[in-house]
């Protein structure tokens, strides 16, 4: 891949003009990356036929509040799971050579308010850490935010922004337990001085420039396991600046199970809005963290159709 | 991949983007020969930017011993067996492959990622000699058969960057004003492409915040004119920051061109990886030979050469004078006699060093002070 403009060439900008800056960053990715990109949809990709699933995705009508915190649920496990058989990711550099994680088992929910994703697959270790050279855990959904637009299943393009929520095991963590830095990792590490032992919080939060500049990775305050994120195709996911989206993972019996539960009416144009009675086409990704996986090195599965039930 | 132009490598080479030369390339030279391992310069760094949760082991400046130390453990050993060694023809030119010629189907660079292990021994190897010396060993001439050299480090700040090639967000950029490459804090995602792909490991991933980072060069310095902490804490004197001119332009008033280009006093540090690094170094005299050709490239003897007639050179010997001799950065030179001149951008004089230090001889008796000295010179 060769991108028009060398990344380089572009300044950090302003606060101000952040949005502005976003918007052309975007483009110049989506621009970049458009190029080669080839529809496809479930067609290719076979769907397993085992008891307790479904050759059919849908979103089940269920009235009063979604069981999001609760994964083993029977409310969810009693469903028949729709399968996906993932496919290394290929198309982009990095690629995934090997496929880690060979199928998800999907089921969905909503109440007319609220949509939420059941995602659960086999994996041998729970990695919910994120260190050096060591990487967690994670699944992802995306839906289109203007079915119209029919953007590519490879993160949307330029034209066709897509609405991605994604899940990762450290931030349960850090939803479960806290905040997961140096002291977790590595508890007998000793620092003599640092910004916070010597002046107020406000101050010494300004040596953490990833926290000064709104990076969601270094949030130490998060409210949910899962982040809503915008995308016009590889390289140009970038966080949504209203987050919404709240979940669940449990790890167990060497599976995960994990609810990601979103708003069906976005909050703005920029996210997928998801009506009782309309199908619409949903992508998944899923990462295994002691196989190196992140970012790229991922498995993932083309748009399918999810019906989402009538009802709410 | 696109085909740039690397001047170290006299040869064109495959590059994840076209090539786009800054307006001005911040550079360094290091005087190998003057370090003498203080890590004066590893502190200054260390309070400067690296003493934040989560930045404990990191130490974007570090000084480790050659052939046995390194930080991180075993970095250039790694890549050498991940390369292969450098083969050069007699114009000077790089047959072998470059880490991005070699990069794997589906990969942008060869490269490694390191574990928290390896980063956890930053001073392993200091002042350890190539082997043991026997009973009535001496040194009676250059090479030293038994050796070991002292190797100042920081990010390269390449034309071609390893971190930059591999991020696959972008989130790495390269300053059209000055070259200097910097990790955007808001886009990072921690994924470590970067610290996999960079051949020098000078990029380091921050567990507290769950970001990469790395040497900014000190650019809120920089763009004050002024020269990286690192550079201006030094008392062996032996660095000093400038910017070079791209391929093709010699500026033989510019201290850096001067020595790089013009005398090529100083080189670069393993060039073979192909990410064209801005840092040259002069390279230790007295160290192996062989081992220097595969560390500097083939440069190496004629730098050996140059620097061994600094004695004799007036131009080159004033020039080494005005090294930290000032804390701004010294955009043009000149040598007029004794006296060595280092000037700004606009050619306002921003220090005079004499070229020569006078040899003053004090008496044994202090009469001021009514004792004797144990230093008199």
């Known amino acids: 891949m060769t991108t028009e403009q060398h990344p380089g060439t572009e300044e950090q900008q302003p606060e101000a003009e952040a949005t502005a800056s976003r918007r052309k ?37 269920h009235a009063g509040d979604l069981p999001i915190d609760d994964p083993l649920n029977k409310a969810w496990t009693g469903l028949d799971a729709f399968v996906t058989k993932m496919v290394a990711q290929n198309i982009t550099t990095p690629v995934q050579a090997t496929v880690e994680v060979p199928e998800l088992r999907v089921r969905s929910m909503h109440n007319g308010k609220q949509l939420a994703v059941h995602i659960e697959w086999a994996d041998a270790t729970m990695d919910d850490k994120e260190s050096i050279a060591v990487f967690r855990d994670a699944c992802a959904i995306q839906f289109e935010v203007d079915p119209a637009k029919a953007p590519s299943f490879t993160m949307g393009n330029v034209d066709g922004p897509v609405h991605i929520c994604q899940w990762r095991a450290s931030w349960q963590t850090d939803i479960d337990e ?29 040596f953490y420039p990833a926290r000064v500049a709104g990076n969601h990775q270094a949030d130490h305050d998060r409210k949910s396991p899962v982040e809503e994120l915008t995308a ?27 609810v990601i539960a979103l708003p069906m009416n976005g909050s703005d144009k920029t996210k997928a809005s998801l009506k009782p009675g309309e199908a619409r086409n949903i992508a998944f990704a899923v990462w295994n ?22 009802g709410g | 991949m696109a085909d740039v132009f690397n001047w170290q490598l006299q040869r064109k080479m495959k590059y994840q983007y076209e090539e786009s030369r800054p307006q001005k390339q911040i550079a360094w030279v290091f005087d190998t020969n003057k370090c003498i391992d203080c890590q004066t310069c590893t502190i200054a760094c260390k309070q400067t930017w690296t003493w934040s949760t989560g930045q404990e082991y990191m130490l974007w400046n570090n000084v480790e011993t050659k052939p046995y130390g390194f930080f991180p453990m075993g970095w250039d050993v ?26 794997p189907a589906g990969e942008r660079a060869k490269g490694f990622l390191f574990d928290s292990e390896h980063w956890a021994h930053p001073n392993i190897g200091e002042d350890e000699p190539v082997g043991v010396a026997e009973k009535g060993t001496y040194v009676d ?29 972008e989130a790495i950029y390269k300053r059209p004003e000055d070259g200097i490459v910097l990790v955007d804090q808001e886009r990072c995602r921690g994924y470590q492409e970067c610290a996999t792909a960079c051949p020098y490991k000078k990029v380091m991933y921050n567990p507290e915040d ?65 990410t064209e690094p801005n840092v040259y170094y002069i390279p230790p005299v007295h160290a192996d030979r062989e081992y220097l050709r595969q560390m500097f490239g ?36 000149a040598v007029q006699g004794e006296t060595a001149i280092g000037y700004d951008e606009k050619g306002t004089e921003l220090v005079r060093v004499p070229v020569r230090e006078p040899n003053i001889v004090r008496d044994y008796f202090d009469r001021v002070h009514d004792s004797y000295l144990h230093n008199i010179t």
């Open chain 1, 178 to 206: 806290g905040h997961q830095g140096v002291k977790n990792l590595f508890p007998n590490a000793y620092n003599d001085v640092t910004p916070e032992g010597l002046m107020p919080k406000d101050a010494a939060t300004k």
């Open chain 2, 141 to 169: 001439k250059l090479p030293h058969k038994m050796w070991f050299s002292y190797l100042a480090r920081i990010c390269n700040h390449c034309t071609y960057p390893g971190c930059l090639a591999a991020c696959p967000r």
């Open chain 2, 78 to 103: 790694k890549l050498l067996e991940l390369m292969g060694g450098a083969k050069w023809d007699t114009a000077g030119q790089l047959t072998s492959e470059t880490i991005f010629e070699q990069a």
């Open chain 2, 210 to 274: 769950r970001v990469s980072q790395k040497c900014i060069a000190c650019y809120p310095k920089i763009e004050q004119g002024e020269q990286p902490q690192c550079v201006v804490s030094c008392i062996g004197r032996i660095r000093m920051a400038g910017y070079i001119s791209p391929p093709g332009v010699i500026d033989p008033k510019n201290p850096i061109d001067y020595m790089v280009k013009v005398k090529k006093v100083a080189v670069p540090l393993y060039p073979q990886a192909g």
């Open chain 1, 25 to 61: 960053f975007l483009t110049q990715a989506a621009a970049a990356t458009a190029v080669g990109v080839v529809a496809a949809g479930t067609a290719g990709y076979a769907i397993s036929q085992q008891p307790g699933t479904t050759d059919k995705l849908v979103s089940h009508f």
């Open chain 1, 232 to 258: 016009i195709g590889f390289g140009s996911l970038t966080t949504h600046s209203t987050q919404d989206a709240v979940g669940k993972g449990i790890y167990k019996n060497r599976r995960w199970s994990v």
């Open chain 1, 289 to 310: 963290g002691s196989k190196g996986q992140r970012g790229a090195r991922k498995q993932y599965f083309p748009w399918a159709a999810m019906e989402v039930e009538a």
């Open chain 2, 298 to 333: 083939p440069g190496v003897d004629g730098a050996i050469d140059a620097y061994q007639k600094t004695k004799t050179d007036a131009d080159l010997l004033g020039l080494f004078m005005l090294f930290g001799s000032t804390e701004r950065i010294i955009r043009q030179f």
